[in-house]
Nanobody, 120 residues
Framework: QVQLVESGGGLVQAGGSLRLSCAAS????????MGWYRQPPGKQRELVAT???????NYADSVKDRFTISRDNAKNTVYLQMNSLKPEDTYVYYC??????????????WGQGTQVTVSI
């Protein structure tokens, strides 16, 4: 079984920081791109940041210069460092990874989601 497990969400005051982690586990042959998404109520899930296997990054304009995505390939883990948090960053954040199991084909996987709440 292949899965993504997220951690690090919680409650923080505006201007504070959180660090989200997402670890892939199971019989994984390879991991390509990884990323973080968030989902406004009643809307489609939207991109926050992505990172390629080579380390190239992409960010939504709303989080650029505040959030940093990184990965540790040896640990099959992707991180999202969230600084200068604003109340409008309050969402459930989801980890995503394009992976291939040893006994399967390439497909996208999603974490269970972790709540980030930013108070005034």
């Amino acid at each position: 079984q292949v899965q993504l497990v997220e951690s690090g969400g919680g409650l923080v005051q505006a201007g504070g920081s959180l660090r989200l982690s997402c670890a892939a586990s199971g019989s994984i042959l390879s991991i390509n791109d990884m990323g973080w998404y968030r989902q406004p109520p009643g809307k489609q899930r939207e991109l926050v940041a992505t990172i390629t296997s080579g380390g190239d990054t992409n960010y939504a304009d709303s989080v650029k210069d505040r959030f940093t995505i990184s990965r540790d390939n040896a640990k099959n883990t992707v991180y999202l460092q969230m600084n200068s948090l604003k109340p409008e960053d309050t969402y459930v954040y989801y980890c995503n990874a394009y992976m291939r199991p040893y006994f399967g084909s390439w497909e996208y996987y999603w974490g269970q989601g972790t709540q980030v709440t930013v108070s005034i």
